[in-house]
């Protein structure tokens, strides 16, 4: 458990998906196949977060969805990503990717608890 003040840091790699030509077919191929995979293939993976953006007072947004996988070490995240089964998922995300390549990046994330807000 985090004491107020502590701070947890996270590797991850992020991938973010530009607004796709179909939409109900991305998130078909994404849900149905891509998830699955990632789950399956992404060894040493422990956390996935998946955010889908929508409309906002400036219209459709640029960007359709954002996927966070989260390891344990930057070594970690490496090894996964030089595997077959990493290789893999990184072309299936390419290739479902119909609005544009995916825009891929590692970063570390610093999270602390809030103060007491009671």
Known sequence: MLTKGEIVADIKIVVIYP???D?????KRYKEEHVPMAAEKLAGSTKFVATRFVDGPQGPPQ???MAEIYFHS??????CADSQG???TVAHA???ST???PIMMIAEEDSSPFQDRG
């Open 19 to 21: 607004r796709p030509t």
């Open 63 to 65: 960007f359709h969805r």
């Open 94 to 96: 390419v290739a479902i």
């Open 86 to 88: 990493g290789k893999e």
């Open 99 to 101: 609005g544009g390549p």
């Open 74 to 79: 930057l070594a970690a995240l490496k090894a």
């Open 23 to 27: 939409i109900d077919e991305f998130e």
